[in-house]
């Protein structure tokens, strides 16, 4: 387990909320494989299921040496959304 990945249409509120409550979150792939320069001769196309995708995944905390009052922070954090 490396990443803990959600999507939400409103990712940018979300994301400040969580700021703004002390979790830090990342955006960690927010430009669709379609878009990137490695497949520029696809650049043009659109794949609107992959776009909406990207534009709402927001990545939130995860890792083995989280506490578990740090985790429940997250789940409580989140809940109050």
Avoid: C, G
Avoid at 6 to 23: A, F, G, K, P
Avoid at 25 to 44: C, D, F
């Amino acid at each position: 387990w490396h990443l803990f990945v959600v999507r939400t249409e409103d990712r940018n509120d979300l994301q400040q909320y969580l700021t703004n409550n002390d979790i830090q979150t990342v955006i960690h792939y927010p430009i669709p494989p379609h878009k990137q320069k490695a497949y520029k001769e696809w650049n043009e196309l659109s794949y609107p299921i992959s776009e909406q995708i990207h534009a709402e995944v927001l990545s939130l905390p995860l890792s083995q040496v989280m506490s578990p009052q740090e985790v429940n922070k997250v789940i409580e954090v989140l809940n109050n959304y």
